[in-house]
């Protein structure tokens, strides 16, 4: 039985009928066409799916759209303005921190909500804040110095 | 060397705009109209003789519009080397791992697929099962193909030179083995397909791949199809790292789930599925010998080595041999034996991976550098240095380094690592290490057999003259290719990057062998620069009869036309685009005639300006049986520093710095080689440190995902300093050859050398575990003790 819940992402407010059992991540994806948020194995270990919900990370995956009714969600979308990337997206493309990009999206989310809370981190800051996403190409080097371009 | 505007600099890459936003399309993100979903029905069972298989209740099932087992899908053999086609779609009469396919569902959903492949009824027969390759080579040991007896899937024998002799000559002889343990490609998306026919029975198939043409050319054979009614296209590609560089079961269950339903089908790996289809990295057991002189010059190399290969050759014949040819250099040693052997056992089948075959040979070679130099006490550095290949050299097996910036590599890595103070230097416990290592610059030859260009690309300048579409049916998979060959373009073009557009990935534009081997930047850059010298002629040949300017005289820098003589009166043209370009405001008024104007102009006198190129490599290599696999036109060499901690009381070793200087030829981005470069070091770290695919005793995968599965994260990634160093390779364009691969070659070793540094252990099996370590500095204190 689907249920309606109710939702903000984006700054868009939704109201949605979803299977009980759909996680978040595939609601964006599949039901809302919002495939910026990737999945890389489903089971809350890549963090390719990194969303903020409610000023949090979360892994998508591992989230129930139904728990999320109520929620405010920022996905890898919402980050661009009119006049086109924000400035830590451009960091990435500028330091060359994106490869694959598969990664990326998520990657992203859980620089931007490190910086909207601490916005000068120090480098251990900064690789806690992207722990949970893991990179196969990078090393992680270029992505450091993204976000370290990022403080304020 | 010459100026390049475009090459050589830190352009930023065309693709990563879209991928920071989400934007860019990855296989999964794409929807199709009354799309079907599909799922796999894998073998729980290593090796079993399947007696019956029932789909009747699967397909009873509401929702399922098609069941297919071998019957639909044939019996056509494939895999990778054509001599060794070893696979078909679905399992005929017997399943050799857990996780070979024996058939498949589409439904509407993919519960409801999911659910029907459940009810497919297997009956089995259980078969004694090998594992290892002590179990694979016992008498009487259970075989999984009737054709490879005592389950030996490739043996290989080759000598160059006069070991047996040379080694009598040598003053100081070392001994010694190495082992390292399955390794999973761990790229974060999985693969997934979608397959599509349209109604005049053309076949769509888009599939997370680095290699749309082997794909497109494996469909086709598997399918009975004319390679022409058969298109594969790539979107972005979540990495792949040599393992999805052939067409894989689900591609070809898609495309006949498809033809069966006449639906568009999208199917998915689950991150278990990708470490049960594996193809990844081999488990190699090495015993090598070097000889070398009291002076240090190293004589004579013996090698053997046995592959843990698994249930299918897939690449395996390319391995074994690759084992053993990528140790001919980058010193200067006249003898060389190699006796190479793959296993088949009831496993996952292991396949090509970053650094294909060579990294492990690698690993314990440089450490016997290391042991020689300790014992004569040289400097490691100084050792190498003077075995050191002279650029134009060849190795005994026949590969020439046509350009050989090694030992500029050492020096920078010596210079950046601060070595000259710390070697020596170091309290217990602290140790710095060093190795070298060299890779290809693409395969010499195809991996099946032909004359075929390995890359065809085409560039059409679009009608208005402002912008250049380049065409390349090469694999963007991460590497920065799409813009490498972007920049190419627009250097040979002489206009700038952003007028160029690139579209790449798809069949129907070309052939390209795709993205494995190191091959891209050498070879489809080639076709580039041949296909925009080709377009960019046609426009100069136009402006210089309107002109009546000799065609010599005439260039195209920065957007710009250049005379070499004085500048004739373009007014006329210029005229002309105005009258063509009404409605427009950015009417030219530069003091010099554009590309644009010179292009416009071109594309009204001859209707289509398209330029087309191509690249094969000149015939390469040796005679011998085996000397194909390893030749290149060229190859990237790099040297790197590790400084590691270690604890001797735990036996944890920590990697506090990487110091890396590679050889790319003429750098065609600096920030992607860098990107090449640091991704290379943080896989051979993992390999290293703590990857490894651990399976049960009836050959299962137990850490079948990544979390027990451990790659590297931010946390222990060490800090690496990138040092690219330029040579001009002869036969790269614009001088540039391969980073993606050859990267990854000295980080295991120097990490080993610094490991010995710090605690004075060899440590001969990988990867570096505490325990393992622990042990090993305990059996180290006794036998000092003693
Ligand atoms: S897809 Fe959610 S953590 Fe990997
Ligand atoms: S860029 Fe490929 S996984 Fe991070």
Not at chain 2, 33 to 56: F, V
Request: glycine share 10%; net charge negative.
């Amino acid at each position: 039985m689907k249920k309606i819940i109710s939702l903000t992402i984006n700054d868009q407010s939704h109201e949605i009928a979803v299977e009980p059992n759909i996680t978040l991540a595939d609601m964006l994806r599949y039901e809302l066409a919002l495939t910026g948020t990737k999945k890389g194995c489903d089971t809350g270990d890549c963090g390719a799916c990194t969303v903020i919900m409610d000023g949090d990370v979360v892994n998508s995956c591992l989230v129930l759209a139904i728990q999320a009714n109520g929620s405010v969600i920022e996905t890898i979308e919402g980050l661009s303005t009119d006049e086109g990337l924000s400035p830590l997206q451009e960091a990435f493309v500028e330091k060359g921190a994106i490869q694959c990009g598969f990664c990326s999206p998520g990657i992203i989310m859980s620089a931007k909500n490190l910086l909207d809370k601490n916005p000068n981190p120090t480098e251990d800051q900064i690789r806690e804040g992207v722990s949970g996403n893991l990179c196969r190409c990078t090393g992680y080097q270029k992505i450091f110095e993204a976000i370290e371009s990022q403080r304020s | 060397m010459k100026e390049f505007d475009i090459i050589s600099t830190r352009a930023h890459r065309i693709d990563t705009p879209d991928k920071a936003t989400g934007q860019a399309v990855f296989t999964d993100d794409i929807t199709r109209p009354g799309m079907l979903y599909g799922a796999l029905l894998q073998s729980p069972h290593a090796h079993a003789r399947i007696l019956s298989i029932d789909t009747s209740k699967a397909k009873a099932l509401a929702g399922v519009k098609s069941v297919i087992t071998h019957e639909q899908a044939g019996h056509i053999k494939y895999g990778v080397s054509p001599a060794r086609y070893d696979e078909t779609v679905f399992a005929i009469d017997k399943v050799r791992y857990i996780g070979d396919e024996i058939a498949a569902v589409a439904a509407v959903t993919l519960e409801i697929a999911l659910a029907a492949v459940e009810l497919i009824e297997v009956e089995y027969e259980i078969l004694p099962a090998v594992f290892t390759l002590e179990e694979a080579l016992k008498e009487g040991a259970p075989q999984l193909h009737e054709t490879s007896p005592g389950n030996l899937c490739a043996e290989v024998h080759q000598e160059f030179g006069d070991v047996a002799a040379a080694l009598k000559e040598c003053d100081i002889i070392k001994t010694s083995t190495m082992k390292n343990k399955r390794q999973d490609g761990a790229f974060i998306e999985m693969q997934g397909c979608i397959a599509e026919f349209d109604n005049r029975g053309v076949l769509t198939l888009v599939s997370s791949t680095q290699v749309p043409h082997y794909v497109q050319r494996t469909v086709a054979m598997v399918l009975g199809m004319d390679v022409g009614m058969v298109r594969v296209k790539k979107p972005y590609v979540g990495a792949g790292f040599g393992i999805k560089a052939a067409a894989n079961p689900m591609e070809l269950a898609c495309c006949i789930l498809a033809r069966e339903t006449r639906k568009p089908v999208k199917m998915n790996f689950t991150r278990k599925q990708v470490f049960m289809y594996a193809r990844a990295r081999h488990q190699f057991s090495h015993t090598i010998t070097t000889g070398a002189k009291k002076d240090g010059t190293l004589m004579a190399i013996k090698h053997e080595c046995w592959l843990d290969g698994g249930a299918y050759t897939s690449f395996g014949i390319a391995t074994v041999y690759y084992t053993g040819s990528l140790l001919g250099g980058p010193y200067k040693i006249a003898n060389m034996s190699y006796d190479g052997y793959r296993v088949y056992n009831n496993k996952p089948t292991c396949g090509a991976q970053r650094g294909h075959g060579a990294v492990i040979a690698r690993a314990l070679f440089e450490q016997q550098v290391d042991m020689i130099a300790e014992e004569i006490g040289m400097d490691p550095m100084e050792l190498r240095i003077k075995n050191m290949m002279d650029t134009g050299d060849t190795t005994c097996n026949d590969l020439n380094m046509s350009s050989f910036g090694m030992s500029e590599c050492i020096e920078a890595v010596r210079k950046g690592s601060d070595w000259d103070k710390k070697k020596g230097n170091m309290p217990t416990g602290k140790g710095i290490g060093m190795a070298c290592g060299f890779f290809v610059s693409g395969a010499g030859y195809p991996i099946y057999r032909s004359d075929t260009y390995h890359g065809t690309v085409i560039v059409k300048l679009t009608e208005d003259g402002g912008t250049a579409l380049v065409y390349t049916a090469s694999a963007e998979i991460g590497q920065g290719s799409d813009t490498a060959f972007a920049m190419i373009a627009a250097e040979a073009l002489g206009i700038p990057l952003d007028h160029v557009r690139l579209a790449s990935g798809d069949t129907d534009m070309g052939v390209d062998l795709g993205a494995y081997s190191s091959r891209q930047t050498l070879m489809t850059g080639h076709a580039t620069k041949d296909a925009a010298d080709h377009a960019k002629a046609q426009v100069l040949e136009v402006l210089a009869e309107q002109l009546s300017v000799p065609l010599k005289e005439l260039d195209i820098k920065n957007g710009f036309i250049t005379f070499a003589g004085d500048t004739p009166d373009f007014s006329a043209l210029r005229t002309r685009y105005i009258k063509e370009h009404r409605g427009w405001i950015d009417n030219p008024d530069s003091e010099h005639l554009t590309f644009k104007e010179a292009s416009r102009i071109a594309f009204l006198e001859k209707g289509s300006i398209v330029g087309t190129g191509k690249y094969k490599p000149h015939n390469l290599g040796g005679k011998f049986k085996g000397a194909a696999v390893g030749t290149s036109p060229a190859y990237g060499c790099s040297a790197q520093v590790a400084e590691v901690t270690v604890d001797m009381e735990t036996g944890q070793v920590t990697i506090d710095s990487i110091t890396d200087a590679h050889d790319c030829g003429k750098a065609i981005n600096l920030t992607s080689v860098e990107g090449q470069m640091e991704g290379s070091v943080s896989m051979g770290i993992g390999e290293a440190m703590h990857e490894e695919v651990i399976f049960n005793d009836k050959g299962q995968v137990l850490n079948a995902d990544l979390a027990e599965y451990k790659i590297v994260t931010s946390m222990d990634m060490p800090r690496i300093k990138a040092i690219v160093v330029e040579s001009d390779e002869p036969n790269g364009p614009y001088g540039a050859k391969e980073v993606g691969e050859g990267a990854i070659m000295p980080t295991i070793p120097a990490i080993l050398n610094a490991v010995y540094n710090a605690a004075g252990v060899r440590i001969n099996e990988l990867p570096l575990t505490p325990e393992r370590v622990y042990f090993a500095i305990q059996d180290y204190k006794d036998r000092m003790a003693k």
